[in-house]
């Protein structure tokens, strides 16, 4: 797997990873601190992908435990060589598609 930085509007670069979801091919950045894998309802709409009720919870930066009201499962994922099928926790995020989170990578 290959990492990289892109920068954005005078920002440090971000990591980022080259990733093929449900046969399409995308960039995901790598959140160090984050510990699942999250989609933008926009590319699951994009994807064709079919959106779930899930009774999760999330805890992010200075919040509260909040619960995480939809998923997609079985997500075909493909890095490099490593290949599966994925559960997405469907968030609101302000600037990225996809999220993978450290603790996803370090099982890969």
Partial sequence: MVLFRKNRDG????MFVDINI?????SAL???GASDLFILEKAVKK????IRKSNKK???VN???A???RVVRNVELQMDEWKGKKEFEVIHLDDYDY???LNFLDKI
């Fill in 11 to 14: 920002e440090e670069g971000l």
């Fill in 22 to 26: 449900a046969g399409q091919k995308w």
């Fill in 30 to 32: 790598v959140d160090m």
């Fill in 47 to 50: 994807l064709g992908l079919s």
């Fill in 58 to 60: 999330i805890k992010t």
């Fill in 63 to 65: 919040s509260k435990e």
């Fill in 67 to 69: 619960p995480i009201v």
């Fill in 99 to 101: 999220v993978l989170g």
